[in-house]
């Protein structure tokens, strides 16, 4: 056996065997995982998450990941919990503890501190008689599944567990909550996901941006609102202002000669493609790679049919998308 079939083996074997520790994680979840959903939807201050070494890792990825997603948390060392950082932990808090033996020394503090003031503990760990779960009001006991590194002693398998059950914790919250993609999109404002979440209406042009004209104006008026306004096109708008056709670069070729003794309604495509301000940028990208056009005039489907913004593909791909 090669080298690199040799890593490929060992690989598989570790992947096999975390996927079948979360299949036996999902089998395991009962009454107590919904006890804490429970809790953890009733607090009315933050989650702190805690746990030391790799747990504590795993906690800091729960933490961002509950509050990315509605509900506020923060993550708090152990060791530095007992050296003042206690005070960040209040009454009005829920604490989830992570520690796979439930022995861990530096969590004691913090069990301690949740006891003397009433503060609701839920308890990861995979011993069911650990000091940890004993002391908890809600005990979430990872089943019992060898480490992925052979040996039995680097936490592979258990930290996969544990982050998986966080992220079940997690969606269970914002499924309960009614989390949209709108309200994720407001705590990643930046970045190819924040583009991804943005609506037409963050993007588009409106109000005196707009190229528009009526069916009558001359196309000598039409062609300098085209040059003036920067888009390459022009709305046109009947006499209740409702959007109803659109001249592009084509329709001037079309209409080259004679052009300027023409309106707007005779040299205009019927019809135009529009999208609603409500709508996803991505569909507005999809929509224009797919008619082959470089912008978009947005109308609310639910309103009077007048033109209230434009979306080009430089603004989309600006953000990041395309």
Do not use: W
């Amino acid at each position: 056996m090669t080298n690199s079939d040799a890593f490929l083996v060992t690989a598989r074997r570790v992947i096999s065997t975390e996927a079948e520790a979360l299949s036996l994680l999902a089998d395991a979840l009962d009454v107590e995982f919904a006890r804490a959903v429970e809790l953890l939807l009733s607090v009315k201050g933050r989650v702190i998450i805690s746990g030391m070494g790799k747990s504590g890792h795993i906690g800091r990825k729960i933490a961002a990941t509950f509050a990315s997603t509605g509900t506020p948390a923060q993550f708090v060392h152990p060791a530095e919990a007992s050296h003042g950082d206690l005070g960040m932990i209040s009454s009005n808090d829920v604490v989830i503890m992570l520690s796979n033996s439930g022995e861990t020394t530096e969590l004691a503090d913090i069990i301690a501190y949740t006891r003397r003031f009433a503060i609701p503990l839920i308890g990861v760990a995979s011993r069911a008689e650990s000091t940890l779960l004993k002391a908890s009001d809600v005990a979430l006991l990872l089943p019992q599944a060898p480490e992925a590194c052979g040996t039995g002693i680097v936490p592979t398998t258990s930290t996969t567990m544990t982050l998986a059950l966080g992220d079940a914790l997690a969606v269970a919250l914002m499924e309960n909550r009614k989390f949209t993609p709108e309200d994720f999109r407001e705590f990643h404002p930046g970045g190819k996901l924040g583009a991804q979440l943005s609506r037409v209406r963050d993007l588009m042009h409106d109000g005196a941006a707009l190229p528009l004209v009526s069916l009558d104006t001359p196309m000598t008026e039409a062609l300098l609102a085209i040059s003036q306004k920067g888009f390459g096109v022009v709305g046109v708008m009947d006499a209740t202002q409702r959007l109803v056709g659109i001249i592009t670069d084509g329709d001037l070729r079309r209409h080259m000669v004679g052009l300027l003794e023409h309106r707007a309604e005779e040299v205009m495509t019927k019809a135009p493609l529009t999208i609603g301000p409500d709508a996803f940028a991505q569909e507005a990208v999809a929509s224009m790679n797919s008619r082959k056009v470089t912008c978009l005039f947005v109308v609310d489907p639910a309103g009077d049919g007048q033109a209230s913004g434009l979306i080009h593909i430089h603004d989309c791909l600006r953000v990041g998308l395309g």
